[in-house]
């Protein structure tokens, strides 16, 4: 039993960089309440993790987005 509850946290963790990419400043209660029992060095690799996660997703948003939206069928409308 104690596997799957470690299984589970380990599934709850992999999943921070995420909220954090998402709304850093708003998750960040989160974001200390799941890493309150890691030692601080597995606290800083989790918090670098989150942040190049989000600069990754940022920066793909950035090249794809257009041709993302173009694939999705969302027109651009030329207004200005």
């Known amino acids: 039993m104690d596997w799957l509850i470690q299984a589970a946290g380990h599934v709850v963790l992999s ?4 909220f954090v990419a998402m709304d850093a400043v708003g998750n960040l209660p989160f974001l200390l ?7 601080p060095r597995r606290r800083n690799q989790m ?3 989150a942040i190049l996660t ?7 948003f950035v090249v ?3 041709a993302v939206l173009l694939l999705l069928g969302v027109l651009p409308q ?3």
Do not use: C, N, Q
């Not at 999943?15 to 995420?18: E, K, Q, W």
């Not at 309440?33 to 030692?39: H, I, K, R, S, V």
């Open 33 to 39: 309440f799941l890493t309150a029992d890691a030692p």
């Open 47 to 49: 918090v670098r993790s």
């Open 15 to 18: 999943f921070v960089p995420l």
């Open 64 to 66: 794809l987005g257009k």
């Open 54 to 60: 989000g600069l990754g997703l940022g920066l793909g």
């Open 78 to 80: 030329m207004s200005f």
